[in-house]
């Protein structure tokens, strides 16, 4: 009688996870370069025109124009640059200042009480909130508003990278280092930081997909960049009285700022289970 043999199980990832990594690569690629090259080409879409008011999008104005006639695809293609900016910036600042913080807190145990209590009490406002408070105390701009939506991440990045140091720590490897009287800086870049960067990537997408949008919100209620400067948020809150009569105002930048978000998120994903492929492995 033979046997009979059973295929191991493929660990190869669907074809439809492969298809939306390159998918959203494709869209960031394009976002991208619609931010540098855009303005540069197309200016900033503030040029007004009363005989073009309120048209539908056609040959002559692809996304359609606003109630004060400018175009809005020019318009949506100018705000790019301040969500690109925002949300790669914000990302960058709470990488650096969140998992310093986090390193510090998860490693030396005298600094973890005071760091956490203070992470929490700023966790406990809300993060648009603290944002509005911020941009209000600290006045307009793009700077301004990088800094407001900065600060309520870096706590939650600080307490994630907490947890994984904490984790790392009580590893056999890490202890036989400081058997051996490794120093501790050089226990931290040898041991600590390579087994957490991966952690710490995954979260830097997700702070920067929230960027963007926390900078569309601020921009909508008027309190983000100046209304002179294009922005996704303050397109879409031009066009919310006119949205029975216009709504491709609100349509376009709406969908350009969906279509961001998720290739970001989406991205972060395929990065976590590159990082960990444990992750892959128990996938069905």
Not at 176 to 200: D, F
């Amino acid at each position: 009688m033979s046997a009979t043999s059973v295929a191991a199980p493929s660990l190869r990832r669907p074809e439809w996870l492969n298809l939306s990594a390159s998918l959203s690569l494709s869209f960031l690629f394009i976002i991208f370069v619609m931010a540098i090259l855009g303005p540069m080409f197309l200016g900033n879409g503030n040029e007004l025109n009363s005989t073009m008011r309120l048209k539908p999008p056609s040959a002559e104005a692809w996304f359609g124009t606003d109630n004060l006639g400018r175009d809005v695809f020019v318009r949506t293609v100018s705000g790019a640059r301040n969500s690109v900016v925002v949300g790669l910036c914000t990302a960058v600042l709470v990488l650096l200042i969140g998992g310093l913080l986090g390193v510090i807190a998860g490693y030396f145990r005298w600094a973890d009480m005071v760091l956490m209590r203070f992470a929490d009490g700023l966790m406990a406002i809300p993060g648009i909130l603290l944002a509005i408070a911020l941009v209000s105390i600290l006045g307009g701009g793009l700077v301004t508003v990088i800094i407001a939506i900065s600060v309520p991440e870096i706590p939650r990045t600080a307490r994630l990278l907490r947890s994984v140091v904490l984790t790392i720590r009580e590893l056999p490897f890490v202890m036989a280092s400081v058997s051996l009287g490794s120093s501790t800086p050089k226990i931290i870049v040898q041991h600590i930081l390579p087994n957490a960067v991966g952690a710490l990537m995954v979260q830097t997408t997700y702070v920067c997909a929230a960027a963007v949008l926390s900078e569309a919100a601020l921009s909508f209620l008027g309190v983000g960049t100046p209304p002179d400067v294009p922005s996704w948020g303050n397109v879409i809150a031009s066009g919310k009285d006119y949205f029975r009569l216009a709504p491709w105002i609100i349509a376009f930048p709406g969908i350009m700022l969906s279509i961001l978000v998720l290739s970001i998120n989406i991205l972060g994903d395929q990065l976590r289970d590159q990082l960990d492929p444990r992750l892959t492995k128990r996938r069905p």
